[in-house]
């Protein structure tokens, strides 16, 4: 345990170090918890460095972005199995559609997506299989005071890094079978919280990509997958699992 703690507050040590050489615009400390079953809790802080850059200007309205780099602590209640704590630290370009703060009520979309490192692949019943993962974020909020120099933001974010094992899988021949959840067929196509197409996403770099609806059939596309992954030239298979077949 001394050594994980140790580990940790190097990490932050080396971000906090990083952003110091910067020309740092904000400071700001988040929190967050799971969506999911896991009862996590993150604190965090980030520093940011604004673009100064107007794009797509449409009177007060106009798109900017700015770099953002922190680091988070992410605690589970204690006494549960598995791993309770881990350090993230984070670095992204982030895109914000915006309003001039000058024009008075100041509201604001936001989209980031950044590489993330973890000093743990797991916590609780969450499983990243590596210290190493992609995040992306979809967020709002408003700007108050002078010059809007006060923000309240609220996000969703998700982390991942199937798709860098996909493509690793694809790119080195390597059989591979990623079985991935998927909303249940009540909401498909209603933009559900997290609904995605699979066949899109992951179409360009695995050999076959299907969608189980039915339980009945799960022998027979498994069996497929194993086939497909490793005829010809070995490659990875995707086999999404809507929520409500399970």
Known sequence: MADLRLRQLLCAALLVNSVAALAIDKIAFEYGSSAGDADIDRYGAVATVDWDARWLQSGSWYLGGYWEAGVNFWDSDPGRTGNDSLVDVFAMPVLR??????????PFLELGTGPHGHTESKIENKDFDL???????????????DQGR????YRFQHLSNASI???TAYQDSTPMILFIGQVGSDVVEREAFQEIDYRRMFGQMAKWVAQIDRADRIPEFVSHAFHAAVSGRPGPVVLSLPEDML
């Open 97 to 106: 559609w915006q309003r001039d703060p000058a024009a008075g009520f100041a």
């Open 131 to 145: 210290g190493f993962s992609f995040g992306s974020h979809v967020g709002g909020g408003i700007r108050l005071g």
């Open 150 to 153: 006060y923000e309240f933001l």
């Open 165 to 167: 094992g996909v493509h």
